[in-house]
């Protein structure tokens, strides 16, 4: 997700968007308190974001539960 950076595509595909997946594990694990692993999330979120913004017509994000991104589904507060 990185690599999207300021780039454009038709289409972009976001797969496997679920818990453990995004973020890693490995990132999980590292932070020792509360305030490092809202950091991992919220930065996590936000390369996603970024990936998804570099879809100019259509846009798929997957998962099987992506309770990771609950606070986004239409209607969620």
Known sequence: MHLAKGLE????????????????????????DDSGLEEVYNTERH????????A???????????EFLDDLRPGAQ
Do not use: K, N, Q, W
């Open 9 to 32: 595509f038709r289409a972009v595909a976001a797969m496997a968007s679920d818990d453990e997946v995004i973020p890693p594990r490995e990132r999980i694990e590292s932070v020792s």
């Open 56 to 66: 100019r017509d259509h846009l798929l994000v997957t998962g099987a539960a992506p």
């Open 47 to 54: 390369l996603l974001y970024v990936a998804c913004t570099r």
